[in-house]
């Protein structure tokens, strides 16, 4: 089974708009991270946002916001008000705690911020 | 502080011929880790280091493949030898538990071809 599936491939987001980056988990792991990466044009992996499994409050970090409910092992990212610039492949990735300290990716969706 | 060091940049190599790609990372971190992202596996773990021992290398695809890291600054991912379907970009990334997320910090990749 996929541990972090990205379920949408392409979005297209109108610019000024707020979007939602949908990824759900498969884990056992009571202790986990999540992670989202911006991977632009040029090719460079960026951290844009951590939830810990244990966090009480969702994480926001500027534009970015996770909307992370547990019993429905998802972590949606949703980025408000968005800018050309927010045009690029996204990743969710996992660290189980009791795994080791590595990351498992999501296949990734591609946004387009249309102008 | 430098981010994490990536050389060379662009590989093209013909089929058969031994290909390194070597990595330096961020000063102070202790994990160390390679990728290889394609399109049709997307982002896949290879091996992780933690001070300077390799941690897990299930990932590693076979034998032609080889990494090390003779210190904390250096490491080197070895393919020998090369083959077409080794073409992808290969990422280098490091990370450190004194870092609030323990997020890791990507380097900018190599893309390697392979003839």
Redesign the interface.
Known sequence: AQKITQTQPGMFVQEKEAVTLDCTYDTSDPSY?L?W?KQPSS?????LI?QGSYDQQNATEGRYSLNFQKARKSANLVISASQLGDSAMY?CAM?EDNA?????????TRLMVKP | DAGVIQSPRHEVTEMGQEVTLRCKPISGHD?L?WYRQTMMR??E?LI?F?NNVP??DSGMPEDRFSAKMPNASFSTLKIQPSEPRDSA?Y?C?S?T?QEV??????G??T?LTVL
């Open positions: 991270g992670f990466y090719g460079e992996m960026i951290f951590y990743f660290r080791g300290n590595m990351l498992t990716f999501g296949g990734g | 994990y880790f997307g982002l773990l992780y933690n941690i897990d970009v990422f990334a990370s538990l997320y323990n997020e890791q910090f990507f900018p990749g893309r």
